[in-house]
């Protein structure tokens, strides 16, 4: 912070999201159901139901933040058999859909949440510099300071 004035005081403020309002949100946008769950600081649970040969069975996978840089989100994700598979052909099908073109698939179970490329977002990132994304009991926690 040496090349900031020393005269302003720089506030750190938190936006914290309930995990059934991600949920409810999601599902309304999707039609699907999901249930979030906190794993750890950095990690959330997320499972959802899916029909494979013909039975209906819950997976799961925990969603890790690894790093944040700018508007870029870095997440690892982990889970059991198959889960890859799912989870790439998900993105896939959400790259057709409004504002999949924030999520980008990288090498060894990583994504990118380029939230830059969404209009709605980008412009608020453009008066904020978001700090950390973590997870406690009941919500996921947005930490940015505003920008001077």
Do not use: W
Request: hydrophobic content about 45%; proline content about 2%.
């Amino acid at each position: 912070m040496a090349d900031r004035p020393a005269n302003i005081v720089f506030i750190t403020m938190e936006f914290r999201l309930k995990y059934d309002e991600i949920d409810s949100f999601i599902e309304q946008k999707t039609g699907r159901k999901i249930g979030l769950s906190f794993a750890s600081e950095h990690c959330v649970h997320v499972g959802m139901d899916v029909n494979v040969l013909m039975k209906s069975m819950t997976m799961g996978l925990d969603i890790s933040v690894d790093r944040i840089e700018g508007s870029d989100i870095f997440l690892s994700y982990s889970g059991g058999m198959g889960i890859e598979f799912m989870v790439k052909t998900a993105l896939q099908h959400a790259k057709n859909q409004p504002g999949g073109d924030v999520v980008e698939i990288l090498d060894g179970n990583r994504l990118l949440l380029a939230l830059g490329k969404n209009a709605q977002a980008g412009s608020l990132l453009s008066r904020v510099t978001l700090n950390d994304v973590r997870f406690d009991e009941k919500y996921a926690i947005v930490d940015f300071t505003p920008k001077v």
